[in-house]
T-cell receptor, first 117, second 110 residues
Framework: GAVVSQHPSWVICKSGTSVKIECRSL??????MFWYRQFPKQSLMLMAT?????????EQGVEKDKFLINHASLTLSTLTVTSAHPEDSSFYIC?????????????FGDGTRLSIL | RKEVEQDPGPFNVPEGATVAFNCTYS??????FFWYRQDCRKEPKLLMS???SGNEDGRFTAQLNRASQYISLLIRDSKLSDSATYLC???????????FGKGTKLSVKP
């Protein structure tokens, strides 16, 4: 069964709206979670690394004031797309891995399809 | 140079064919390597990890050459259900940041 839950799976909203996406690890604690974005026919691009209890680490070119990440507990990270515009429409996916070193594979949420009108 | 590069594809093969995917990575400090598959409009799912000694899982065989910074995936006796995009994935950094290749699309035809 799923080990990482992501919600919502689909969002359609007007330009200027802020959208919050939740990522939960279901049966393990994740001190680190990752947020990715995927545009059509493109690869997954890492946006940021979410660290429990501290600030997220953003990849170059990703606006931290636009994509707010909060990792308040060991099982929940949230990504808020603030004042979303049509160019933010994309497939957003989170992932987390169990503790055990780098060889632990990451488990992905189902993803969130964000469409901004 | 991109961190992870894959065959551009697409690969269109008949059922039963053997198909090989190649991947190169640029960061010699990378420590973990994976193949994921992604079906259309779905999240990636782990296919297999890749170990230095090479590893096999049923019809799938993965190889790693650290000296050449090269990873491969071999699929034998292709099935229709193997049709998907195959993603070469490499870790970067101590936190386990994964870097994805663009993926190679495989279409297995009857």
């Amino acid at each position: 069964g799923a080990v990482v839950s992501q919600h919502p799976s689909w969002v359609i909203c007007k330009s200027g709206t802020s959208v919050k996406i939740e990522c939960r690890s279901l049966d393990f604690q994740a001190t680190t979670m990752f947020w990715y974005r995927q545009f059509p026919k493109q690869s997954l691009m890492l946006m940021a690394t979410s660290n429990e209890g501290s600030k997220a680490t953003y990849e170059q070119g990703v606006e931290k004031d636009k994509f707010l990440i909060n990792h308040a507990s060991l099982t929940l990270s949230t990504l808020t797309v603030t004042s979303a515009h049509p160019e933010d429409s994309s497939f957003y996916i989170c992932s987390a891995s169990r503790r055990g070193g780098l060889r632990q594979p990451q488990h992905f949420g189902d993803g969130t399809r964000l469409s901004i009108l | 140079r991109k961190e992870v590069e894959q065959d551009p594809g697409p690969f269109n093969v008949p059922e039963g064919a053997t198909v090989a995917f190649n991947c190169t990575y640029s960061n010699s400090a990378s420590q973990s390597f994976f193949w994921y598959r992604q079906d259309c409009r779905k999240e990636p799912k782990l296919l297999m990890s890749v170990y230095s000694s090479g590893n096999e899982d049923g019809r799938f065989t993965a190889q790693l050459n650290r000296a050449s910074q090269y990873i491969s995936l071999l699929i034998r006796d292709s099935k229709l259900s193997d049709s998907a995009t195959y993603l070469c994935v490499v870790n970067r950094g101590s936190q386990g940041n994964l870097i994805f290749g663009k993926g190679t699309k495989l279409s297995v035809k009857p």
